[in-house]
């Protein structure tokens, strides 16, 4: 048998044996919020934590993405303990994140704003100290421009430039509340072996790598 049946949301659905609980939902119409969810990975990532669920039989919500999906598997997406935990997290990314919608590049195609909406989160939402990086901007690449305080550090373009297109010009560095994407040494992405695809803006689920056009910043959303 190469599908299994399941249920979600009381809404059963069928799934190919092996996938994972966060894609077989959002391919049957489900949305559970999720901005490093990779589908081509062979790993999931899991570090943004906002695919909670519940799982009948489970002790606690669990994460989405690094579930595998069970023939008879029972799933909400709705439970409170879920909404909880994914709404925490989301705030917790809000805190250092500097929300100024009307002047992003990504504004009404931001993974951010679906995400809020759906947890019914305010985006300048006040209940956690705001914590500011200031970081400068890097307008160094002639393809696109890269602004660190708007990172969500999903690891995207991380993965888009060294697993995709084998070439690893980006990269984590430091930790906690200092971490960042960056690249070697910490040079400037046009002082490097960038080969100017766009594919890290490209994947980018927010507004922190945005395509340029003739000098001018576009949006180039495409979450994967």
Request: glycine letters at 8%.
């Amino acid at each position: 048998m190469n599908t299994v049946t399941l249920t979600i949301d009381g809404k059963k659905v069928k799934a190919r044996k092996g996938d994972k609980l966060l894609w077989a939902a959002l391919d049957n119409g489900i949305y559970i919020p999720n901005l490093c969810a990779i589908r081509e990975a062979s790993e999931p990532f899991a570090g943004c934590r906002l695919c909670f669920v519940e799982i009948e039989g489970r002790n606690g919500p669990v994460t989405a993405c690094t579930e595998t999906v069970e023939d008879g598997m029972n799933v909400n997406t709705q439970g409170p303990g879920a909404l909880r935990l994914a709404r925490t997290a989301l705030e917790l990314l809000l805190s250092a994140e500097p929300v100024d919608c009307a002047r992003c590049p990504a504004n009404r195609n931001c993974e951010l704003q679906k995400i809020a909406a759906h947890l019914k989160v305010k985006l300048k939402t006040k209940r956690l100290r705001k914590l500011e990086r200031n970081l400068p901007v890097d307008s160094s690449s002639p393809v696109f421009t890269y602004d660190p305080n708007k990172c969500v550090l999903c690891g995207k373009c991380v993965w888009a430039c060294r697993e995709r297109l084998g070439i690893g010009v980006l990269g984590f560095a430091r930790r906690g509340f200092n971490r960042v994407v960056t690249t070697f040494d910490n040079k400037p992405i046009g002082e490097t072996a960038c080969e100017r695809c766009g594919d890290c803006a490209t994947v980018c689920p927010v507004g922190a790598m945005v395509l340029k056009d003739n000098g001018r910043l576009v949006s180039a959303i495409k979450v994967i």
